[in-house]
């Protein structure tokens, strides 16, 4: 049974505050001490990316890593899957204790052809995917390039068949990016249509882009080097909660 996620509450105008310190970030001979950290200093979740090396051109953990973490942590598990075929991996990553499924739209088609997919009506690759990944016991959360019209994500939000949208800020594949304000503002235009929506935005997040982020409506934070980065990472988690919350209540 997949865990319970944050819903919307009286005097918010979105879902309450996530906090993701993203584990790219981490000293990787040190995960489940960093993971273990983390939680302790006030994160709600740990963001864990997973590249193929093909879908973008980075490598990094996968289910067998991700499996042994969770023998160390209760923690949220939110993996990003950055790989070419995530139907492949579904099993894999639910047997790891994987909580949130996140994939790239662009990477269920073939060569990413998003030519075939419509603003208004769902591709059935894409319900299809969804499907299974219910069917693991994880929740499904559904993503997209920068220069991806966000339109395209409608048909499954309208269905409610996602449970997260992320928005990337940067393009993905790689940590330390400059954040992007004008792919940021995608989440304005899902907030205004889904105001219990889970918004998640990823890729230069920091104490002083997190406030554009938090006025475009995200309430899902993730940040690496923001936080794990920071002479005070509890501070820096506090920081970023305390923007977001600024914004979210109704006047």
Known sequence: MPR???TVIPGRDRPPTVICPSMLSSDFARLAEESQR??????DWLHLDVMDGNFVPNLTIGAPIIGCLR????????????????????????KAGADMYTFHIESVLPSGEIESLSSEHAHPAVTELIT???????????TLKPETPVELLFPYVTAGL???VLVMTVKPGFGGQKFMPEAAAKCRVLRDKWPHLLI????????????TAAVFGANVIVAGTAILGASDPGEAISTLR???????VVP
Do not use: Y
């Open 132 to 142: 299974l990944i219910r069917q693991a016991g994880m929740h499904v959360g559904i």
């Open 162 to 164: 996602v449970d997260m």
């Open 242 to 248: 305390a923007a977001v919350d600024k914004t979210a």
């Open 38 to 43: 983390m939680i302790e200093l006030g994160a």
């Open 71 to 94: 023998k160390h942590s209760d923690a949220f598990f939110d993996c990003h899957l950055m790989v070419t075929n995530p139907k492949q991996w579904i099993q894999d990553f639910a």
């Open 200 to 211: 998640q935005v990823d890729g230069g997040v920091d104490i002083n882009t997190v406030a």
């Open 4 to 6: 319970a996620l944050p």
